[in-house]
């Protein structure tokens, strides 16, 4: 199978990402978990501001502020811890391609010596 350049840097960025799984997988798992719990401090300090009940102009606007904030960070730490887990032996789809290609690569390889 012949490849042009392009699909080559392709196959190359799979490598690449590949290669580099093991350890974007902890930065993604940690990343998660420490935005979880920064926004959930966040999220803890602005209750007790409000179960005190004495809420002033400025209280009402950091929580206005705050708490899409909050909500949109829970969703998107959550969303990197789950990417973690799911893929954490590698992307299945990448890993298949990536094998199925070295397979390919190898058995042309052995036409080709034996050819010769």
């Known amino acids: ?49 409000v179960e005190l009940g004495n809420l002033g102009d400025g209280d009402a606007l950091f929580f206005a502020f705050f708490w899409p904030k909050c909500l949109l960070m829970f969703y998107i730490a959550g969303f990197l811890v789950a990417w973690a887990i799911r893929d954490w032996r590698g992307n299945t789809n990448r890993v298949l391609l990536l094998k199925l290609l070295d397979a390919q690569q190898n058995e042309s390889e052995n036409d080709s010596t034996k050819k010769h």
């Open 1 to 49: 199978m012949v490849f042009t350049p392009q699909e080559l840097r392709l196959v190359e960025r799979l490598r690449r990402q590949e290669r580099n799984w093991p350890r974007d997988r902890w930065i993604l798992l940690v990343t998660g978990v420490f935005v979880f719990l920064a926004y959930g401090y966040l999220l803890v300090r602005m209750l007790d501001i």
